[in-house]
């Protein structure tokens, strides 16, 4: 037998041999493991280094094969356990048709079980995408104020179900618009503190802290997560961000997940040039920080509109109203703060009779002796029918946008927010410009939609959506007739195009390549999304390629939805 180097193979219960010409790597023969057989390492440390080297590559091959095996266990229970939600409460649902309660509880299960298992799926595609190496992030402008108050929309539920104290610190912050991947920055973000409020014990504490340094040319955002959960040891801190890992089996601890989130944050991280540091103890907690560097808008604020408007700001004595006031006392903005919605009452009374009405009224949604906000915004509605009414808060504007709308309340500043987010906001209210923090229910009544669906439930849901927008809704079930009823209409007919991707006889990029090139009019004007669950980078440049004014992600987001037609 030939003289070689020889490799234990444990899973394979085999030796490797590898020649003496090692520089070649030449396996030359596998030999089956029995006990009365002897094999003796020889030759330099050099090459007794490069054999321990290959055992240890071996080793690493073996276990990243296990992880990947309890990964797939995992993944069939954890996959089957919102199935099972999902199909169970949906029988509960049926049998509870009548009784409101039971089927409001139902479906907010549904929901919570739907949301989780598309997290899950949404993972292990990801790491699919980024491995093949065919992730791409987009470089866009976007609002600080949007990532944060999206991100925390998601998260405050979570921890408020687990009784957390969850605090939000954020430092002077002064570049608010930003270039780079909202989405992509929105999943490291909840990934953090998902992670935080899931191995942080009911009745925890976490903190989020926000601010920004300057480095070199770039606006380094950091952001920094603190629990005091179950925390980490050393050893597992070392394979963190390897794929399928994850410090408990769910099983056993109830905890849920595919164990590539960090693997992904990671990755994503690196992608963006940017930095995340772990620390942790065990049974003590851990802190997560991010530092990101990301172009920015640097533009002055006009404020001198405002100047002479008087606002009436009723809220509670808060970081949020301190924040508020501040703002405004920076650019000499007139205000009045009242906390008692009888204080409001008399406030205007005073105006009125002095021959100095105020201009708009802010609201936070708080509740006191004296009655609740919507009461309160009702009773102005009545008396002062032109009188702009708005509403600042943490709330999820999807969840209160009816009750908001029917007390007179039209638009809505979502916390956090900025200098220019808030200027620009009240700006876009007295129609000194349009307003990227703000909002008004929408009223599409003098606008048509064409929706172009195939598939039957998605076509329906979206329907329903869209009535609520008061729009006249027209329906094409592939891209073929999308661009047919285009084509047959008058020019100017239709106002926006909501348009799938995937769809038989013709896709919806061939569709609006079509209908940008007809030489009509209104070709260059009509307004066409992608309404997709493709929801890669690369796919939302595509879109954008083929002539699209936007992407709007599937399962469809209500409340981004609407702030896309609300901007159509």
Not at 301 to 312: F, Y
């Amino acid at each position: 037998m030939a003289r070689g180097y020889a490799v234990k193979d444990n899973k394979e219960n085999k030796i490797l041999l590898v020649s003496e010409d090692f520089e070649a790597a030449d396996i030359f023969e596998t030999i089956p493991l029995s006990q009365d057989r002897v094999l003796c390492i020889s030759g330099s440390d050099d090459r007794t280094r490069r054999i321990e080297d290959l055992e240890r590559k071996l080793k690493e091959a073996e276990s990243a094969n296990i992880a990947k095996e309890v990964f797939l266990s995992n993944m069939s229970h954890d996959i089957r356990t919102p199935m099972n939600a999902i199909i169970g409460m949906t029988g509960l649902a049926r049998k509870n048709i009548d009784e409101k309660a039971k089927l409001l509880d139902s479906l907010n299960k549904i929901d919570t079980a739907s949301r989780h298992l598309l997290t899950l799926i949404n993972e292990v595609l990801d790491m699919s995408h980024i491995d093949s190496g065919k992730m791409v992030l987009s470089d866009d402008l976007f609002y600080l104020s949007e990532l944060l108050h999206d991100t925390l929309v998601i998260i405050r539920p979570q921890a408020e179900n687990k009784k957390h104290s969850f605090n939000v610190t954020i430092d002077d912050i002064f570049h608010e618009e930003l270039y780079g991947d909202i989405q992509r920055l929105r999943q490291i973000y909840v990934n953090i503190l998902s992670n935080s409020v899931k191995y942080t014990k009911d009745n925890g504490k976490i903190d989020l802290r926000i601010r920004e340094r300057m480095k070199d040319d770039k606006c380094e955002l950091i952001f920094t997560c603190t629990d005091n959960g179950m925390g980490m040891s050393e050893e597992f801190l070392q394979r963190i961000f390897h794929p399928f890992e994850r410090v408990n089996n769910s099983t056993i601890s109830g905890i849920e997940g595919t164990g590539l989130g960090m693997s992904i944050v990671q990755k994503l991280v690196e992608a963006m040039h940017g930095n995340i540091d772990i620390t942790s103890k065990l049974n003590e907690g851990t802190t997560v920080e991010i530092a990101i560097p990301l172009r920015y808008e640097d533009r002055s604020i006009e404020t001198g509109a405002l100047q002479k408007k008087d606002l009436l700001l009723v809220m509670e004595e808060n970081t949020a109203s301190a924040i508020l006031q501040k703002y405004l006392d920076e650019f000499k903005i007139p205000y009045r703060s009242v906390r008692d919605f009888s204080d409001a009452v008399s406030e205007f009374t005073d105006a009125d009779f002095n021959g100095h009405p105020y201009d708009a009224v802010i609201f936070q949604n708080f509740e006191n002796k004296s009655g609740n906000t919507f009461d309160m915004a009702s009773y102005l509605r009545k008396s002062y029918p032109g009188l702009p009414m708005v509403l600042v808060g943490e709330d999820d504007w999807e969840k209160i946008e009816y009750k908001a709308g029917r007390s007179g309340i039209e638009y809505f500043i979502p916390q956090p927010f900025f200098r220019r987010d808030l200027i620009s906001s009240l700006n876009s209210i007295f129609g000194a410009e349009e307003g990227q923090g703000s909002f008004k229910a929408p009223d599409l009544s003098d606008k048509v939609i064409l929706l172009a669906e195939d598939n039957f439930i998605n076509r329906e849901i979206a329907l329903e959506i869209l009535r609520s927008t008061k729009a006249k809704i027209e329906t094409a079930e592939n891209g073929q007739i999308a661009l047919d009823k285009y084509l047959a209409s008058k020019e100017g007919y239709y106002n926006i195009v909501l348009m799938d991707i995937q769809m038989p006889v013709m896709d919806g990029y061939e569709a609006t390549r079509k209908i940008r090139e007809s030489g009509r009019n209104d070709a260059s004007t009509i307004r066409i999304y992608a309404m997709s669950a493709n929801v890669f980078a690369e796919d939302i440049a595509k879109a954008k390629a083929s002539g699209m004014d936007g992407h709007i992600a599937k399962p469809i987001d209500i409340s981004k939805l609407m702030q896309t037609l609300r901007q159509a």
